[in-house]
């Protein structure tokens, strides 16, 4: 299999030393394995501390990368979602999640304070959703619909076959669309109960 790889200079720079490769692949994929991270975890710690050892892992082995076999950004993301499920693993309660900032009061009076409210409560409404999901669902939609990667990008990032990614991506869905209503009756069912 070959494959074009924008990194594989810089990777061969590296395998001999040159801080300077090292800095570059950094700068070059540290936002996109943050975002996967902090989805993946919820905790922008820990998801610093993951992408910090995917990066020591990186200088590790850029002396044994295979070229050709795969592209070196896919098997950074794969070092990460590893990362991220054994940090899941490992936790014993599920992380706490940032709702976001309250609305300030005098936004309450703007008119587009209902619309903004609105717009945070189905964002959060679908943070929780994703939440739910099991850990290799919500990995293959981090991957897909955050990260924009393709199926094929992200079933090599999972290491698994497209055709079980795409399961994933299915289940996941199905299983977030059924939350979403469920939550939306029962805050419905709710502002009736406070109507009354």
Known sequence: MSLEDPDIEDIRLLAGGDAAAASRLVLRHSDRLMAVAYRMTGAR?????IVQEAFIRMMRQAAKWEEGKALFSTWLHRVTVNLCYDRLRKASTRYEQAAGDDLPE???DEPAADAMLEGRERGLAVREALDRLPERQKMAIVLCHYEDLS???AAEAM???VEALESLLARARRSMRKDMKLAAALNDELADDMAE
């Open 151 to 153: 199926n094929q990008e």
């Open 106 to 108: 005098e936004a309450a």
């Open 45 to 49: 710690d820990a998801a610093e501390d």
């Open 159 to 161: 290491d698994i076959s």
